[in-house]
């Protein structure tokens, strides 16, 4: 079982920054795909951005320019710097981790989710 605990988001001006981070605990072998994701009241879940363990990335849209996805992948921890946020940013951002066990039984987890507003 692996969980994942997301930190960083809160309450930032328009324009600001915020830097979420979310690290992955358990009997972890690999980690293939860490991304992130956020839900927005009344709205569905969506992707924010993904990367995989050879470094692609892939980035909705929508933050393209102004978020940045990392991993730490020795420490199995997973980054989202937020630049430029804007009101329409606001939402409860979780982390998604898929991989496998050291017994090589596949896992897909998610985080219980930290919540960015943006705000003035």
């Known amino acids: 079982q692996v969980h994942l605990v997301e930190s960083g988001g809160g309450l930032v001006q328009p324009g600001g920054s915020l830097r979420l981070s979310c690290a992955a605990r358990?009997?972890?072998?690999?980690?293939?795909?860490m991304g992130w994701y956020r839900q927005a009241p009344g709205k569905q879940r969506e992707l924010v951005a993904t990367m995989s363990s050879a470094g692609n990335i892939n980035v909705a849209e929508s933050v393209k320019g102004r978020f940045t996805i990392s991993r730490d992948y020795a420490k199995n921890m997973g980054y989202l710097q937020m630049n430029s946020l804007k009101p329409e940013d606001t939402a409860v951002y979780y982390c998604?981790?898929?991989?496998?066990?050291?017994?090589?039984?596949?896992?897909?987890?998610w985080g219980q989710g930290t919540p960015v507003t943006v705000s003035s």
């Open positions: 998604n981790a898929v991989g496998f066990l050291i017994m090589l039984t596949p896992f897909d987890s």
């Open positions: 358990g009997n972890i072998g690999s980690i293939g795909i």
